[in-house]
């Protein structure tokens, strides 16, 4: 029976000890499944965080860039309207040539007419005076 009890003693210590190695065992196991998956998740963040910054950075020079076209466009419109007050002004000077040369063939004209008639009453003066 001594030999029993010490067989069953042994095979208790022995169960003990590989409860002892298991439980050791699933420990490591879940501490490098716990390190493996925060590296997992330290490595997804920098991506994303690198993404991110990415974005970020596109953001700000699309930011810039909108404002620099912005100014940009700005300025042609103010060139644009100057050019365009620039034209007008150029039509009307040239309205008013036309408006010149028109009155100076008119006044042409009349003088034409005027020159005209005192031949014309020249003419009848002379002749009333031969007669």
Sequence with gaps: ??????????????HASRKVQAKELTEKAKKDALAAAAVVANL???TLNGDVHKSFQSEKQIASEA?????????????????????NEFN?????????????KIIEYDC???????????????RSSFT
Excluded: C, P, Y
């Design 1 to 14: 029976m001594v030999e029993l009890e010490a067989a069953l003693t042994s095979m208790v210590q022995m």
């Design 44 to 46: 997804l963040v920098e």
């Design 67 to 87: 404002q620099a076209l912005g100014t940009t466009v700005q300025k042609f419109n103010k060139q644009t309207k100057l050019w365009i007050s620039m034209v």
């Design 92 to 104: 009307e000077a040239l309205k008013e040539i036309g408006d010149f040369e028109n009155w100076i």
């Design 112 to 126: 034409e007419a005027i020159a005209n008639a005192i031949r014309h009453v020249s003419l009848i003066s002379g």
